[in-house]
């Protein structure tokens, strides 16, 4: 889950400190950051050191890349979350090694999300409802089908073929579907 915003830390003016040469703005970043983007990158990757290479990766390119940032063109925030989802569909996408979990494994993960689930923690939630804002809304507004496969494209990190199988449904209709979906929400964002 993504921290709530602050009003304490510009990542704009972060990335502009870096795209000058400011070491400690990309410090800044990685220490205000790094954590919430190396989950995002584990939940595309499933794979703790290819997260972390990932993030490593990504860091280099918000480094080398941060002047061709446009602050009129989106959010900052969103702009270095972008570079490391990629960076991580990127490593999928090349075939990179999943772990596999044995039995007990999966158990003890199946005890800990149904734990997670039975017992919300309910500043998380406030937070994530905050953060979400209108999208939330919008997202709400869209048929199930298409709220899931936007959801599972755009979170979760799943390819068409990989949303197709887990709703069961053709991939012609989770490519339309999505469409449909983002259409959808940048009309009712804009």
């Not at 950051?33 to 390119?61: C, K, N, P, Q, T």
């Not at 905050?130 to 390819?159: H, I, M, P, Q």
Request: charged share 25%; with cysteine.
């Amino acid at each position: 889950m993504q921290p709530p915003p602050t009003s304490d830390f510009d990542h704009a003016a972060a990335l502009a400190d870096c795209a000058r040469g400011d070491r400690s703005a990309l410090r800044a970043l990685y220490e205000r950051e790094g954590r919430f983007l190396l989950g995002v990158a584990l939940r595309i990757v499933r794979d703790r050191a290819a997260a972390e290479d990932v993030l490593h990766d990504a860091f280099v390119s918000i480094w080398t890349r941060a002047a061709s940032f446009d602050p009129a063109r989106g959010d900052a925030r969103g702009w270095i979350t972008s570079i490391v989802r990629h960076r991580a569909l990127d490593v999928v996408r090349a075939g990179a090694r999943q772990v596999a979990v044995d039995d007990d494994g999966l158990d003890a993960l199946l005890d800990a999300d149904a734990a997670a689930v039975a017992t919300p923690d309910m500043a998380e939630a406030f937070a994530l409802s905050a953060g979400l804002g209108r999208l939330d809304d919008c997202l709400a507004r869209l048929d199930s089908a298409k709220r899931n496969c936007v959801l599972y494209a755009y979170v979760d990190g799943c390819t068409h073929g990989e949303i197709a199988e887990r709703l069961g449904a053709p991939l012609g209709s989770v490519k339309a579907w999505i469409r449909r979906g983002l259409l959808a929400l940048r009309e009712c964002l804009a």
